[in-house]
């Protein structure tokens, strides 16, 4: 719930938050942390509109807008173009050397997991797809998910499927269970490989993660066999302010 603040107490916060000398959009974004660190404004909260800071601030709107861009790329805030500028989640920790159920993750942090279905369907092998190099037959099973906590959407799952590895995938409801605890029963995992960068979303997967083209995100590519058939790849990509990946090595 937002914690209201009237203009008065912007100019006065605004006038607290550093020395006059510096910079003004500095300044800004040391309000609006001190703000978040006091536990005024929390997670999901919407801060004062761009137009609402101009006037209690008497800065121009180019130095505000400024200082929130520089707050979402830190991943302080979340921009919702046409909605407003919100308190950004704390960072959720996903396993980088485990293939873990991303619904046990989240209800383990005592928040509530659902999945949206984008499409389940049957396609054919496309040989530009370097997803797909090597892929041991014609035909594959194509899912396309994404995954929420607590109603924020926190991973894309764009997962290609052995039709032979597992032949019920397009018959499952992957709105109360995942794809990884349907194929962790039919095709135990015997060994995987992941690749992790760093990528800028494509407009679908943006749209689809409500976030900015702008906005970095972490993408793990993840291959999975299951005695020496290849059953699965799978593309997970995760918003950069609202993920991180961990893990644990050594004795």
């Known amino acids: 719930m937002n914690r209201p603040v ?27 942390r001190a703000q978040i660190g006091a536990g005024r404004w929390v997670a999901g909260d919407q801060l ?67 999945t949206e279905v984008i499409f389940l369907r049957n396609e054919p092998v496309d040989p530009g797809n370097p997803l797909l190099d090597g892929w041991p037959s014609d035909a594959v099973f194509h899912s396309l998910l994404v995954h929420f906590d607590d109603d924020v959407p926190i991973q894309l799952e764009d997962r290609f499927v052995n039709p032979t590895a597992a032949p019920g995938y397009l018959d499952q409801n992957f709105a109360t269970i995942t794809p990884n605890h349907y194929l962790s029963e039919v095709a135990p995992l015997v060994r995987g490989e992941h690749v992790v960068e760093a990528v800028q979303g494509t407009r679908d997967d943006c749209k689809l993660l409500h976030i900015r083209r702008t906005e970095p995100c972490l993408q793990i590519r993840r291959r999975t066999w299951s005695a020496h058939v290849l059953v699965s790849v799978a593309r997970l990509v995760h918003p950069g302010s609202r993920s991180r990946l961990e893990g644990a090595f050594g004795a």
């Open 6 to 32: 009237s203009e008065a107490d912007l100019a006065v916060l605004f006038a607290a938050s550093g020395p006059a000398a510096a910079p003004a959009y500095e300044r800004i974004k040391n309000l609006i």
């Open 48 to 114: 004062p509109s761009e137009h609402q800071l101009v006037d209690a601030l008497g800065i121009s709107r180019m130095t505000i807008n400024r200082a929130l861009r520089e707050l979402a790329a830190a991943g302080v805030v979340v921009r919702m173009m046409g909605v407003g500028t919100f308190v950004a989640p704390a960072k959720v920790a996903s396993p980088l050397f485990e293939v873990r159920n991303i619904a046990d993750e989240i209800q383990q942090r005592g928040h509530r997991h659902r």
